[in-house]
């Protein structure tokens, strides 16, 4: 498109171009989207900025994905839900515990990203918090409850 002279992109073309590059795997390219998000000022919308910190932690670029992070200005609960599962995912779990509690607004499903005996503890701040809980939210409590080794 860019090499065609065609300008026209907008955060839904950005946002379908980045998860595509995520599911072929291909960080260079995905850096060079990045470029042009930037270039184009999209940078700081939550939804081209959730796929681009997706894109960075699922490839294991964990210090890329909290720049993008950082960089996006109005962080929704999808933003951080993102950001959290990346930072579990590569396995800097102070780092999304941390972030968790940072979050002003928080839905059950910010709580059920973690493994093991972690989920007990939060399912129990959860109820604590007086939060709604739902269907997804028991069935992430116990299958991380199948996981424990007694």
């Excluded at 795997?25 to 270039?39: A, M």
């Excluded at 990203?113 to 939060?131: A, P, T």
Aim: aromatic share 8%.
């Amino acid at each position: 498109m860019l090499k065609d002279g065609i300008y026209n992109l907008n955060r839904i073309t950005l946002s379908t171009i980045l998860m595509l590059v995520l599911s072929q795997g291909c960080v260079g390219l995905g850096r060079q989207i990045h470029g042009q998000v930037v270039k184009f000022g999209f940078g700081a919308y939550v939804f081209v900025g959730s796929p681009l910190v997706d894109m960075y932690a699922k490839m294991g670029l964990v210090s890329e994905a909290k720049q993008v992070f950082d960089e996006v200005q109005e962080r929704s609960v999808l933003m951080y839900n993102t950001m959290i599962t990346g930072l579990l995912s590569c396995g800097v779990v102070e780092d999304s515990k941390r972030l968790l509690h940072d979050m002003k607004e928080r839905v059950s499903i910010s709580w059920t990203k973690w493994n093991g005996g972690e989920v007990i503890d939060l399912f129990r701040d959860m109820g604590l918090e007086g939060m709604a809980m739902k269907q997804y939210t028991f069935g992430n409590v116990l299958t991380a409850c199948g996981g424990l080794m007694v």
